[in-house]
């Protein structure tokens, strides 16, 4: 009898396994990843997926919608926000590109400002260290730090 309980219990972990809403959004999210420009009819994908219920469909796009990963073209309807696999488009690409050149741009400038201030701070020490100048305190060196 023990056995026979065991097994019983192994089968329906296996189909609530089957079953449960994580499984099912990551069928959804390959699902709606490899639809055509990422947009995807809700009543496909309950068919394609075999839900019995759609509310655990919209209870996904609801969540999904909610961290901004898809937007909703219309009632049934949504679309794909995040990255779709193995392709970026144009835009996306030029945007990144973009996005690249600035950051070089600002790490150069970043540089550049770090050489200015250890000139400065340079020049300010030699100041303070010079009998000429020093008999004539005019800089207090905490005031650039």
Same mark, same amino acid.
């Given at each position: 009898?023990?056995?026979?309980?065991?097994?019983?219990?192994?089968?329906?972990?296996?189909?609530?396994?089957?079953?449960?809403?994580?499984?099912?959004?990551?069928?959804?999210?390959?699902?709606?990843?490899?639809?055509?420009?990422?947009?995807?009819?809700?009543?496909?994908?309950?068919?394609?997926?075999?839900?019995?219920?759609?509310?655990?469909?919209?209870?996904?796009?609801?969540?999904?919608?909610?961290?901004?990963?898809? @937007? !909703?073209?219309?009632? +049934?309807?949504?679309? $794909?926000?995040? /990255? #779709? =696999?193995?392709?970026?488009?144009?835009?996306?690409?030029?945007?990144?590109?973009?996005?690249?050149?600035?950051?070089?741009?600002?790490?150069?400038? @970043? !540089?550049?400002?770090? +050489?200015?201030?250890? $000139?400065?701070? /340079? #020049? =300010?020490?030699?100041?303070?260290?010079?009998?000429?100048?020093?008999?004539?305190?005019?800089?207090?060196?905490?005031?650039?730090?």
């Amino acid at each position: 009898m023990m056995e026979s309980e065991t097994t019983e219990t192994a089968r329906s972990t296996q189909s609530r396994h089957e079953k449960s809403l994580g499984l099912l959004t990551i069928k959804f999210v390959s699902l709606l990843q490899e639809a055509k420009d990422g947009v995807l009819d809700l009543k496909v994908a309950a068919d394609s997926l075999a839900v019995k219920q759609k509310r655990r469909i919209y209870d996904i796009t609801n969540v999904l919608e909610g961290v901004g990963l898809i @937007e !909703k073209k219309n009632k +049934n309807i949504i679309q $794909w926000r995040g /990255e #779709n =696999i193995g392709s970026q488009t144009e835009e996306g690409l030029e945007q990144v590109k973009v996005l690249k050149a600035q950051i070089a741009e600002l790490e150069a400038q @970043e !540089k550049e400002l770090d +050489n200015q201030k250890a $000139w400065l701070e /340079e #020049n =300010i020490k030699h100041l303070n260290h010079d009998p000429i100048t020093s008999a004539y305190p005019f800089y207090d060196s905490t005031c650039l730090i």
